[in-house]
């Protein structure tokens, strides 16, 4: 009986750990200082559709530091991997701190928890960077409801959107 409750009061232990170091890691989120110089390997997650093309047409507008540039496609989506060789047929690699970029397909969410999750765990600092679809006027789309707390940088492409969002951050249209 006695090992029971001390295996218990271990796995409790545990968890308000873990769960404090989630509280830690969102805080940090919310009054982290942009990153001003150096490189940057990112994690582009592409959509379909609409996604890709806003997607695309953003990292098309990137400088040469974000590299190495990575791609999450969906198995069938040949049409939006077509597109993504097509724009880095003639990119160089290079790069050292890992970001997430994603603007709005559900799935983003699973790659930004993942990515959550490294920091979390304390495994490695991982950007989380959101930006919200040209389409979202009045309400976010459902992965940024997700994603709003948990992303480092969480932009929209209209005034309404910062209104309603106060950590979201409106520069016009990005893409």
């Known amino acids: 009986m006695g090992w ?3 295996a218990g009061a271990a796995l409790l232990a545990l968890v308000c750990v873990f769960i404090a170091r989630i509280f830690l890691v969102l805080r940090r989120n919310e009054t982290q200082e942009p990153r001003k110089r150096g490189s940057a390997s990112i994690l582009v997650v592409v959509g379909s559709g609409g996604h890709t093309s806003e997607i695309l047409r953003l990292v ?3 400088s040469a530091s974000y590299a190495p ?3 999450v496609i969906a198995e069938t989506d040949r049409m939006s991997e077509d597109k ?3 724009l880095e047929a ?3 690699e290079g790069g050292s701190e890992p970001q ?3 603007n709005g397909p559900g799935t983003c969410v699973p790659p930004c928890i993942s990515a959550l ?3 979390i765990l304390g495994m490695k600092k991982v950007l ?4 919200e679809s040209i389409c979202r006027v009045e309400t976010l789309s459902l992965s940024g409801k997700i994603l709003y707390s948990l992303s480092d940088y969480f932009f929209v492409q209209w005034p309404t959107l910062k209104k309603k969002y106060p950590k979201a951050v409106f520069l016009g249209r990005l893409v």
């Open 69 to 71: 540039r990575h791609y």
């Open 100 to 102: 997430v970029l994603c």
């Open 84 to 86: 993504v060789r097509t």
């Open 90 to 92: 003639a990119r160089t």
């Open 4 to 6: 029971w409750f001390g």
């Open 60 to 62: 098309g507008s990137l």
């Open 117 to 119: 999750l490294l920091r």
């Open 128 to 131: 989380i960077i959101y930006i």
